[in-house]
């Protein structure tokens, strides 16, 4: 079900390069410590990204340069690192389904990847919250 999360997420994103991402499933206690060191924040979270490439633009064509691997086929992305304890939580506080709520974090993450953020309240925000809603339809989510 991830694969096929992620392989929608960049095929709606207009991804048709080979991509290579590493999603890694944990627990509170892990994702916490990694919260702490890399965002500087004590606590558990659903889902960290750590995108290899930095974007001017969110998106394929808002890279800043050219992918040091896309020559020869390959885009390496980055990894993702979800909480299946926090997943589970948010989805009995939602009315959700594991499955969906994994969906959702899994196309969040991508999108991170891809350079959309939401830091803040302004246009960032809308354009991840707009993909996040196609893609999900898309899936039938």
């Known amino acids: ?3 096929h999360v992620i392989r929608t997420t960049l095929e709606l994103e207009g991804i048709d390069t080979q991509c290579e991402l590493n999603v890694q499933i944990t627990n509170n206690r892990c994702i916490r410590e990694r919260n702490r060191e890399y965002r500087g924040v004590d606590a558990p979270t659903d889902v960290l990204s750590f995108p290899m490439y930095e974007f001017s633009q969110p998106g394929w064509l808002g890279l800043k340069d050219e992918a040091p691997c896309a020559s020869l086929g390959l885009l390496p992305l ?3 690192v979800l909480s299946a304890e926090q997943t589970i939580k948010q989805a009995n506080e939602n009315s959700q389904s594991i499955e969906r709520e994994t969906a959702y974090l ?3 993450s991508v999108l991170h990847l891809l ?3 939401h830091v803040d309240e302004g246009e960032g925000k ?3 919250r707009q993909r996040e809603k196609k893609i999900m339809l898309k899936l039938g989510l």
């Open 126 to 128: 809308k354009l991840m």
């Open 78 to 80: 980055g990894d993702i």
């Open 106 to 108: 899994i196309v969040h």
């Open 1 to 3: 079900m991830i694969k």
């Open 115 to 117: 350079g959309y953020d």
